[in-house]
Structure formats: structure tokens, C-alpha cells
């Protein structure tokens, strides 16, 4: 239902809208008739306001003053910390309506596609190359079941753990004994090694002679 607290653009359709919907109609029925097979494309949902707008005019750029924006890693750690997941009444179809941005970071809450416009028009608005998609994934993607995962902080803590419970090295502890060597021994075996080398190449030159 349309609120006086909207903007005229969120609860009417310009002449050039509504020209662009009936285009859009029309392709959406002419698909339909060639590839009966196929889900139905998300055209024209509805907004939060209960009009019908053409999904591309609900894209747009996002520009930010924040610098954490001003890259991709940043823009999609926003976006997934910032909202929540909202599955989808029928998880396997589009969905009938699709809510603005605006109204998407107030509630912060957002289906699949509401997280990827507001992720697209902060990409848009950083002067990266983004659009929209849509298709297929597994359950536990589509619905943020992550049980099957190990969890990121799990390693953490355990070293953290494992290095609280390691004793300081205490210098009154007894060291081992060390390994007296002489190397002035090695020294001599090595040389004792090289003359039995010589003497044995020199008695095979005699041997040959």
C-alpha cells in the first residue's frame, strides 16, 4: 500500500515506465511461448508499495562516502553482516515482490534477490562493472545452513587455548647435557681419510704400471 512517506517515484509510474512494462510484458509472454519448460523470468515484481516496476529501474548506483565500500571485499562484507536472510516463500521460483534498497537496509532483512541488488548498486556506486543474476543453488545455500561447515573460529580458539595452557620456559629449569664434541678430532678423521685416499690411488698407479 502506497505511504506519503515514499517518493513519488516509488508509488507511480511515469509514462516512460509503463511503456517500458508493457515491452517487458510482452517479451515475458513471448518467452513463455517459445520455452514452456523454463521458470519465469523477474521482470516486472512489485515493489513495497505495491506498484509494478521493471527490476532493471530498482538497480542502480550506490555511491558511498564510507572508504570500506570503495572495494568489492568491502561492499560483500557489508552486505552480509549487515542483513539477514529471508528465504523465499517458494525457494525453486522468483519472487512476486522485490523491495527497494532503502527499504532493505531499514528492516535489514532481505531475500536472496534483495541481497544481490543492494550488493550491485554499492558495486555500481564504487565504478565496478556489476549486474544481476539468477539460478540455481543447493538448500543449504539458499537457505544459509552452514552446520556442515567448520567453523572459522573454531581454530582460533584452540590455538589461543593450546597457547594459554603452554608453560613459560623457566630459566632456573634444568637444560639438557650437551653433546661434548671435539672437533679437532673430526679435523684429524677427516684428514686420516684423505691420505688413506691418496696412498690407496697411488698403490693402484703402481699396480697399473
Known sequence: MADASYPRSYTTNTSQENELLAIADNFHRQFSHLHPE???????????CGVKKFVSTTIRP??????????????????SDF???????????????????????QNQRATSFEYAV??????????YDAYCVSGYAHREMCLLDQR?????LLGTQAEKVASEHQSPQDKYTVRPPRQ????FEEQLQEKKKEQEAEAASLHEQEVEE
Open 38 to 48: 523454463r521458470k519465469r523470468l523477474l521482470l516486472c515484481p512489485v515493489n513495497e
Open 62 to 79: 550506490a555511491p558511498t562516502d564510507h572508504p570500506e565500500l570503495y572495494s568489492w571485499q568491502g561492499c560483500a562484507s557489508f552486505v
Open 83 to 105: 542483513l539477514t536472510l529471508e528465504p523465499l516463500e517458494l525457494p525453486y521460483d522468483p519472487p512476486a515482490r522485490l523491495f527497494s534498497s532503502t527499504l532493505v537496509m
Open 118 to 127: 543492494l550488493l550491485c548498486g554499492l558495486l555500481l556506486g564504487a565504478d
Open 148 to 152: 556442515l561447515q567448520d567453523c572459522p
Open 180 to 183: 661434548l664434541k671435539s672437533h
